[in-house]
T-cell receptor, first 114, second 117 residues
Framework: KNQVEQSPQSLIILEGKNCTLQ??????????LRWYKQDTGRGPVSLTI?????NTKSNGRYTATLDADTKQSSLHITASQLSDSASYIC?????????????FGRGTQLTVWP | EADIYQTPRYLVIGTGKKITLECSQT?????MYWYQQDPGMELHLIHY???????EKGDLSSESTVSRIRTEHFPLTLESARPSHTSQYLC????????????????FGPGTRLTVL
């Protein structure tokens, strides 16, 4: 069964600190992995997208890594800001259909305190 | 921010009412999607469309229906709303992948928070 598991479920950090969110998946055949940021009451916004051949990608203070062999990914946030408070969703796409079906994790709810 | 819009943003209605959630995008994307998301849970695909006059059911069984008469619009309709339909509904759109191995990024609208009393 294709699944995406994220940890931790929730995380509280102080402003300025770094943090790392984890994602494990069993989706096969693998096409790409995405990290989205979803603010409360809003739709998800793409942060990074990585294909099989990419093992790291950065977007400002966000750095995602991918280990396609162990089927693990992480999202590292550097020097956190209050505006980073959101749910971070790991999404994996398969190559098994023309739709490019997406499998969503439940997200990690990050809260940044001043 | 992507040019995809949803209205209304919030809706509270009584049981048995017919409702239509609107979704429109100005990017000319062929593919459009509807997802349902409950608090703390993953998004579930309930409908998708490859283009005009194309509609398909997604992974999660839903009593809603959709139509795609124009490229820009992908409305979702509930003929008789029930409390079990209370949820957040997210619309998304994407272009086809340019080639094998490429990805089709999905752009999401802001969502409609539906509450059925």
């Amino acid at each position: 069964k294709n699944q995406v598991e994220q940890s931790p479920q929730s995380l509280i950090i102080l402003e300025g600190k770094n943090c790392t969110l984890q994602c494990n998946y069993t989706v096969s055949p693998f096409s790409n992995l995405r990290w989205y940021k979803q603010d409360t009451g809003r739709g998800p916004v793409s942060l990074t997208i990585m294909t099989f051949s990419e093992n790291t990608k950065s977007n400002g203070r966000y750095t995602a890594t991918l280990d396609a062999d162990t089927k693990q990914s992480s999202l590292h946030i550097t020097a956190s800001q209050l505006s980073d408070s959101a749910s971070y969703i790991c999404v994996v796409s398969d190559r098994g259909s023309t739709l490019g079906r997406l499998y969503f994790g439940r997200g990690t709810q990050l809260t940044v305190w001043p | 921010e992507a040019d995809i819009y949803q209205t209304p943003r919030y809706l509270v209605i009584g049981t048995g009412k017919k409702i239509t959630l609107e979704c429109s995008q100005t990017m000319g994307h062929d593919k459009m999607y509807w997802y349902q998301q409950d608090p703390g849970m993953e998004l579930h695909l309930i409908h998708y469309s490859y283009g005009v006059n194309s509609t398909e059911k997604g992974d999660l069984s839903s009593e809603s229906t959709v139509s795609r008469i124009r490229t820009e619009h992908f409305p979702l309709t509930l003929e008789s709303a029930r409390p079990s339909h209370t949820s957040q509904y997210l619309c998304a759109s994407s272009e086809p992948a340019a080639h094998e191995g490429a990805y089709n990024e999905q752009f999401f609208g802001p969502g409609t928070r539906l509450t059925v009393l």
